[in-house]
T-cell receptor
Framework: GDSVTQMEGPVTLSEEAFLTINCTYTATGYPSLFWYVQYPGEGLQLLLKATKADDKGSNKGFEATYRKETTSFHLEKGSVQVSDSAVYFCALSERNYGGATNKLIFGTGTLLAVQP | DVKVTQSSRYLVKRTGEKVFLECVQDMDHENMFWYRQDPGLGLRLIYFSYDVKMKEKGDIPEGYSVSREKKERFSLILESASTNQTSMYLC?????????FGPGTRLTVL
């Protein structure tokens, strides 16, 4: 079945460092891809999404490009802040052409800790 | 903005109790979901619903049931709580392929 693999954490960076969190996927169809962020003690928030190959999702300085040839959707940010400390989840939406609900498949999450 | 609310942020129950977790969304979404989140396991889908009174099992439905009597409300029921159901429970609603999450309920079963 479909699956998502993301890099193990924790990732510890100093403020203003460059961030990459790797995410690769396995899917039989053409899924939509997502990054969600979970701040301490809160639920998940949608960070960005991409729905087809070569699409770039972006939000709050974060970017990710849908790479069909490498089945990847790596999250990047040029300069992280302490407030970016959170758990980041990569996910894909199973494409269901029958009109039923699209389920999300999540990676296990990557904890990012940014130090001042 | 989409708003998904959950009835409690923290809940402590005893083994064998019947537990109700409530979720309400205000965006008229057809689809609603219940997940549990455990360290090292990520999010796992318990049940979902794509319409009122409709439900589908997710990946780990054992020990749980759900109810969706109104479009905006989706309830998760633990018929007889057990200690291995201690977890963070997350509700989500959405349309097409995007889901929006509530703040979560951290349930402890003693």
């Amino acid at each position: 079945g479909d699956s998502v693999t993301q890099m193990e954490g924790p990732v510890t960076l100093s403020e203003e460092a460059f961030l990459t969190i790797n995410c690769t996927y396995t899917a039989t169809g053409y899924p939509s891809l997502f990054w969600y962020v979970q701040y301490p003690g809160e639920g998940l928030q949608l960070l960005l999404k991409a729905t087809k190959a070569d699409d770039k999702g972006s939000n709050k300085g974060f970017e990710a490009t849908y790479r069909k040839e490498t089945t990847s959707f790596h999250l990047e940010k040029g300069s992280v802040q302490v407030s970016d400390s959170a758990v980041y989840f990569c996910a894909l939406s199973e494409r269901n052409y029958g009109g039923a609900t699209n389920k999300l498949i999540f990676g296990t999450g990557t904890l990012l800790a940014v130090q001042p | 903005d989409v708003k998904v609310t959950q009835s409690s942020r923290y809940l402590v129950k005893r083994t064998g109790e019947k537990v109700f977790l409530e979720c309400v969304q205000d965006m008229d979404h057809e689809n609603m979901f219940w997940y549990r989140q455990d360290p090292g396991l990520g999010l796992r889908l318990i049940y979902f619903s794509y319409d009122v009174k409709m439900k589908e099992k997710g990946d780990i439905p054992e020990g749980y049931s759900v109810s969706r009597e109104k479009k905006e409300r989706f309830s998760l029921i633990l018929e007889s709580a057990s200690t291995n159901q201690t977890s963070m429970y997350l509700c989500a609603s959405g349309e097409r392929d995007t889901q929006y999450f509530g703040p979560g309920t951290r349930l402890t079963v003693l």
